[in-house]
């Protein structure tokens, strides 16, 4: 089992401390850049890749749930973050996967395709290390007592 963290105020364990306020700060990039490229397409040019557009807008709403977790902290949050970084690699994976096999597809990109290649490959990385993290920072748990 690892330490537990920082306590934040509130008893939280804090998820913030050493890297995780790099993670946090690129959490909070790609929310800006995903939200703010999503809104952009969706309402100036909707009809041209509807599917895009909607995952992109996808990413950024994960991508902020994941930033508001590590904020939070605590137990709760971290497990949140952890299923939504899942999620979130879930979908990189996948999205990235169908847009190097099938193109045409997407007569756009989203934040996802081809893994991440327009944001340099941030979005493919970022839930590999966030998972790691996370795990790291996970609240130690008490053993049994010896007797």
């Known amino acids: 089992m690892t330490e537990a963290g920082p306590r934040a105020p509130g008893g ?3 998820l913030i401390s050493g890297p995780g306020t790099l993670l946090l700060w690129l959490y909070g990039v790609m929310v800006v850049g995903a939200v703010s490229r999503s ?4 309402t100036t040019d909707f009809g041209r890749a509807p599917l895009a557009y909607a995952l992109s ?3 950024g709403l ?4 994941i930033t508001y977790s590590l904020v939070r902290g605590g137990e709760k949050a971290r ?5 939504c970084c899942a ?3 879930a979908g990189v994976l996948v999205v990235g996967t169908w ?8 007569p756009d990109t989203t934040v996802w395709s081809e893994y991440g290649m327009g944001y340099l490959f941030i979005p493919v990385l970022l839930p590999l290390t966030a998972v790691y993290w996370l ?9 049994p007592t010896p007797s």
Do not use: H, K, M, N
């Not at 809104?39 to 969706?42: A, D, H, R």
């Not at 847009?99 to 997407?106: H, Y």
């Not at 795990?135 to 053993?143: D, I």
């Open 39 to 42: 809104v952009v397409q969706i």
């Open 79 to 83: 497990r949140a973050a952890l299923v």
């Open 62 to 65: 994960v991508y902020g749930f």
């Open 135 to 143: 795990r790291r920072a996970r609240t130690a748990r008490p053993g």
């Open 12 to 14: 939280r364990t804090r």
């Open 87 to 89: 999620v979130e690699l």
């Open 57 to 59: 807008a996808v990413a």
């Open 99 to 106: 847009t190097v096999l099938d193109p045409s597809a997407f």
